[in-house]
């Protein structure tokens, strides 16, 4: 099944948004959109198949951390089935 969530992030106000959204498609996360229009956050809006939707949101922050160990979670928005 696929799931729709947001996590948003906090990351450094004078990082580059441009060499973060590198850093995520390098690392393979080609199933979310990257909203950098605030100086410091990063939201990233997934559609991600999974089993569960647990799974999904799990999956979605063990990828982003590894591609942005520096970046701290903030939030998490709603999963729709």
């Given at each position: 099944?696929?799931?729709q969530?947001?996590?948003?992030?906090?990351?450094?106000?004078?990082?580059?948004?441009?060499?973060?959204?590198?850093?995520?498609?390098k690392?393979?996360?080609?199933?979310?959109?990257?909203?950098?229009?605030?100086?410091g956050?990063?939201?990233l809006?997934?559609?991600?198949?999974?089993?569960?939707?647990?799974?999904?949101?799990?999956?979605?922050?063990?990828?982003?951390?590894?591609?942005?160990?520096?970046?701290?979670?903030?939030?998490?928005?709603?999963?729709?089935?």
């Open positions: 099944m696929e799931y969530f947001t996590l948003i992030y906090q990351v450094a106000e004078d990082e580059d948004p441009g060499l973060l959204v590198e850093r995520l498609g690392a393979g996360l080609d199933d979310a959109l990257v909203g950098t229009a605030r100086p956050r990063l939201a809006a997934f559609s991600r198949e999974a089993a569960t939707a647990s799974l999904a949101v799990r999956s979605a922050l063990e990828d982003v951390d590894a591609a942005l160990p520096e970046a701290r979670l903030l939030q998490v928005l709603p999963v729709i089935e």
